[in-house]
C-alpha cells in the first residue's frame, strides 16, 4: 500500500469520528469537506465511504436547524460528491432519509437557496429513469417552493428545473408534477429575462403538455389560458434566443391542437402576428413549426377536418386527431366566414412582412456590402411569395 492511500485511509478515519463526534461546529464543517474531497478522489474511496457510515451524520448536519450555515452547505457538498456517477450511493442517500428532511430545509433561505442543495436535489431525481421507486412527496414541494421564490438566483433554480424535468418525462409522475402547482410556477418563470431559465422552462411545459391532458387543461384554467398564452408570445418574440422560439412554437402546437379556448386566447393575444414574424426570421426548425400552426389557425373552422398527421407532438388520449371543427349553419355562411378570416390573416401577413421588410432593409444597409443587401432582398420576396401563395 502507498504512501498516499495510507494517508486516504487515516483521513477517512479522522472523518468519520469528526462526524459522528466532534463537538465543534467547525470540526464537522471540516470532516465534511474532507469527505467532498476524498470522494472526489477515486471511485473505490467513493464506494467506501457510505459503507463507513458518513451519510446518516452528514443528513443531520444538513437538517440541523441550529447548525451554521457553512456547515450544513459543506454537507450539501459532501453528498453531492458521494452522488456523483453512483447509482449505489443515490440509492443509499435516499433510503438513509434524504428526501423526508427536503420539508424542514424549504423555508431555510440560506440552505434552500444554495446551488449545491439544489444539484444534490437534481443527481437524486436521476433515479426517476431507473427501476428505483423514487417518491415525489417531498421532492416535488421543494422544487415547487424553490422555483416561486423570487430571491433564487438562477443558478439555483437551473438545477430545480433540470430535477423537474427529470421528473416529469415518467408519465407516472406527470400527474404528480400537476398536481403540485408546478405549472403555475412555470409559467411565471417563463417571463424571466435570463434567457437560460426561459429555455429550461418552455422545454419543460412542452413535453408536460404533450405528455398530459391534465398539464393542457391546468394551462387552460391558469388565467383563463391567458398567461400559457402569454408565455408562448413573449418567447417567440426573443429573436436573440432561436432554442426559446423552437420550444414556444413547440409548446404552441401543443395547445392549438389540443385546447380550442388556449387557440382562441392566443389569437386574442396576437400570437397569430408573432407566428408570421418567427416563420420569416426564425430558425429552420421554429419556421417549419410556426408555418404549420399558421395553417391551423387558417383552416379552423370547417376545413379543419382537413387537417392530417404532422410532425408535432402526439398526446396521450389524442390518437393524431386534429383540431375541432367548429359549427357553421349552412355554405353560404361557410363561404362568409372564410372570406372574413382570409381578409383579415391577409392584412395580418402584408403588416408583418411590411415590418420585417424595413427591419431587414435597416440591418442590411448598416453593412458596407451592397451584395448582402440584394440577396436579403431576394431572400424576402421570395418568402413573401411563399406565404402569398398560402394565404391566397
Not at 438562477?154 to 404528480?176: F, G
Not at 396576437?270 to 400552426?293: C, D, H, M, T
Not at 355562411?333 to 408583418?352: F, L, N, P
Request: net charge positive.
Amino acid at each position: 500500500m502507498g504512501a498516499a492511500a495510507v494517508d486516504d485511509a487515516a483521513s477517512m478515519r479522522a472523518a468519520v469520528r469528526w462526524l459522528s463526534f466532534g463537538a465543534a461546529a467547525e470540526e464537522r464543517r471540516d470532516a465534511a469537506g474532507e469527505v467532498a474531497r476524498l470522494a472526489c478522489g477515486d471511485e473505490r474511496t467513493k464506494r467506501l465511504l457510505p459503507e463507513l457510515g458518513v451519510v446518516p451524520p452528514l443528513l443531520d448536519m444538513l437538517a440541523d436547524a441550529r447548525g451554521a450555515a457553512g456547515a450544513r452547505v459543506a454537507a450539501a457538498g459532501a453528498l453531492l460528491e458521494l452522488t456523483r456517477g453512483t447509482h449505489r450511493n443515490k440509492v443509499h442517500i435516499v433510503k438513509a432519509g434524504l428526501l423526508k428532511k427536503l420539508p424542514q430545509l424549504t423555508d431555510e433561505k440560506d440552505l434552500s437557496r444554495s446551488q449545491e442543495l439544489a444539484l444534490l436535489v437534481l443527481s437524486i431525481s436521476s433515479l426517476a429513469s431507473t427501476d428505483f421507486p423514487l417518491s415525489t412527496t417531498e421532492l416535488l414541494p421543494f422544487l415547487v417552493a424553490t422555483l416561486s421564490a423570487a430571491d433564487v438566483p438562477s443558478d439555483t433554480k437551473l438545477p430545480c428545473l433540470a430535477a423537474l424535468r427529470n421528473l416529469s418525462k415518467k408519465l407516472e409522475h406527470a400527474r404528480d408534477v400537476v398536481s403540485s402547482g408546478a405549472v403555475r410556477a412555470l409559467l411565471s418563470l417563463s417571463l424571466s429575462l435570463d434567457r437560460k431559465t426561459s429555455e429550461a422552462v418552455l422545454c419543460i411545459l412542452g413535453e408536460l403538455a404533450a405528455a398530459s391532458p391534465a398539464a393542457r387543461k391546468a394551462m387552460e384554467e391558469e388565467e383563463e389560458g391567458e398567461a400559457a398564452a402569454r408565455a408562448v408570445l413573449e418567447a417567440m418574440t426573443r429573436h436573440e434566443s432561436a432554442r426559446c422560439q423552437e420550444h414556444a412554437t413547440y409548446l404552441a402546437m401543443v395547445l392549438a391542437q389540443g385546447s380550442r379556448a388556449l387557440r382562441r386566447r392566443m389569437r386574442q393575444l396576437g400570437v397569430v402576428q408573432a407566428l408570421l414574424e418567427v416563420s420569416l426570421l426564425g430558425s429552420p426548425l421554429a419556421q417549419r413549426r410556426a408555418a404549420k400552426i399558421l395553417q391551423w389557425f387558417k383552416e379552423e373552422g370547417p376545413q379543419s377536418s382537413r387537417i392530417r398527421a404532422h410532425s408535432g407532438p402526439r398526446m396521450e388520449g389524442d390518437g393524431g386527431t386534429s383540431c375541432p371543427d367548429d359549427d357553421v349553419a349552412g355554405e353560404d355562411g361557410r363561404e362568409a366566414k372564410d372570406c372574413r378570416r382570409d381578409t383579415t390573416v391577409g392584412k395580418i401577413v402584408r403588416q408583418s412582412l411590411d415590418r420585417n421588410m424595413m427591419s431587414i432593409l435597416r440591418r442590411a444597409t448598416a453593412s458596407v456590402d451592397l451584395t448582402n443587401v440584394k440577396l436579403l432582398v431576394a431572400e424576402l420576396d421570395y418568402r413573401v411569395f411563399k406565404f402569398s401563395l398560402l394565404f391566397w
